[in-house]
């Protein structure tokens, strides 16, 4: 059957692989409410930066598999790499279930890191694959929910389990399922390289463009250097919440169900909200979605510092999910809409690079703070750089003008970091023409 551009039209593998993602999700969450009291109790760690060794090491391979995986991805096959993050999985609730010292929860998140990065990366490229440029926003919604729901789902399972029956080894019994059928679901993934051929085919030559570099991606383009700083900062301070939010809770007394609860809600508001955010992003301007969510974030954790009721940080954790739903399949989308369609595995392994980047710095950032500074301290910090995040996407951040093809200019704009607001408008054109295909209207995919 000749490939079509489409959710309705692939809606038989796009859900299938919506379940695969879930899946992906389920895995961490399975870490999300237990490691860090396990850290504790089990193995008598104190120091906050030896309890958040675990997030660094599993950010610093995830980033490094997300960068590799664009390229894999085209050498290998999505499917291939897919399959190949889940054989790297399958060990991890097994080291966990079994680890006699914390060496082997290290050695766990290594192998988790890779499975996510492989794993989830593949899911996201093949989705926007198979739906074309004009359903990216709505595609990286369905995709991060059922992740983000998977992860709320069984952050709490694994917090009510450690609350009934202990913190091992029933948890982790959860593991080993999600492991099992992550890959056997995942054999069933069809590849999606004909549809990659046809959306090329179909791009008009003059949105072709030059090859994006590296800095462009990192930092050099006004957009994509936005979207990646701010994809580095929101990670930074889920890797915070992940790590210290469960000891600050701790601390209050709450209970191991408590802190599932507030554990899960966090993820669970920011896989629902994805919901809407993601076709919102394909409708709205991106910068603006991006802005108001990395705001919000910033404006939450500050406002724990000055909490001690349980029922207001439960509401400030929704807050904060809702805060990451506006932005994270807005990251996606856009890195998908700026980036030419032959660059688009590469860019978004950059942009993943960075963003699970985050999860390394923050561990580290926030375990130096904790241990010298306090706990607050440490929150601080976070929300602080995140509010700051936030400034950088309103000052640097353009919107996309409606143009027609023929007329979009050169590129020779896109280095300024200081613009008119007639420079922006030149730049959105000049953007266009290095990689746009879909959509012209103001901030749509």
């Known amino acids: 059957m000749a490939p079509r551009l489409g959710l309705r039209e692939n809606w038989r593998q796009f859900t299938l692989l919506i379940l695969v993602n879930a899946f992906v ?11 860090p009291r396990l850290a504790e109790q089990e193995f008598h760690l104190v120091a906050r930066s030896a309890i958040l060794s675990f997030i660094v090491v599993f950010g610093l391979t995830k980033a490094a598999a997300n960068y590799y995986a664009g390229a894999w991805a085209e050498r290998l096959g999505r499917k291939n790499l897919l399959v190949l993050g889940w054989v790297i999985g399958l060990p991890v609730p097994l080291l966990l279930l079994w680890a006699p010292s914390w060496s082997w929860v290290i050695a766990a998140n290594v192998l988790l890191g890779l499975n996510q990065g492989l794993a989830w990366s593949s899911t996201v490229v093949m989705k926007i694959d198979l739906v074309g440029p004009r359903q990216r926003g709505l595609a990286m919604g369905l995709n991060e929910s059922a992740g983000y729901l998977a992860v709320a789902a069984t952050a709490f399972a694994s917090g009510w389990l450690a609350t009934e029956y202990g913190l091992r080894p029933y948890p982790f019994y959860l593991g080993i399922a999600l492991a099992a059928l992550g890959l056997l679901s995942s054999l069933f993934v069809r590849d999606t390289h004909a549809h990659v ?39 930074l301070n889920d890797g915070m919440v992940w790590g210290l939010l469960p000891l600050l809770l701790a601390s209050k007394g709450y209970t191991l169900t408590q802190i599932g609860t507030v554990a899960a809600v966090y993820p669970a508001v920011w896989g629902v909200g994805q919901l809407v955010t993601g076709p919102l992003s394909d409708r709205l301007c991106k910068k603006d979605l991006l802005f108001w969510g990395m705001l919000l974030q910033g404006a939450v954790l500050l406002a724990m510092l000055f909490i001690s009721s349980y029922p207001v940080f439960v509401l400030l954790a929704g807050l904060l999910g809702a805060g990451t739903a506006l932005v994270y399949p807005t990251f996606l989308a856009a890195i998908a ?11 978004l392994g950059i942009f993943r690079l960075w963003r699970d980047a985050g999860y390394a710095v923050g ?68 953007f266009l023409a290095d990689g746009v295909s879909g959509h012209f209207r103001v901030g749509s995919s």
Do not use: K
């Open 363 to 430: 561990a580290l950032l926030t375990g130096v703070l904790a241990d010298t500074l306090g706990l607050p301290a440490a929150l601080g910090a976070i929300g602080g750089l995140t509010g700051l995040s936030a400034l950088v996407i309103r000052r640097r951040m353009y919107c996309l003008p409606e143009v027609e093809p023929s007329t979009v200019p050169t590129r020779s704009c896109l280095r300024p970091t200081s613009l008119t607001l007639f420079s922006r408008f030149r730049c959105g054109f000049s």
């Open 25 to 35: 999700g389920g895995m961490v969450g399975l870490e999300r409410t237990i490691l």
């Open 337 to 347: 809409e700026y980036a030419p369609t032959a660059q688009r595995a590469r860019s």
């Open 197 to 235: 051929a046809l959306e090329a085919a179909q791009t008009p030559a003059g949105l072709a463009g030059p090859p994006l570099s590296f800095c462009d991606i990192t930092w050099r383009h006004p957009n994509l250097g936005s979207v990646t700083q701010a994809g580095l900062v929101n990670n």
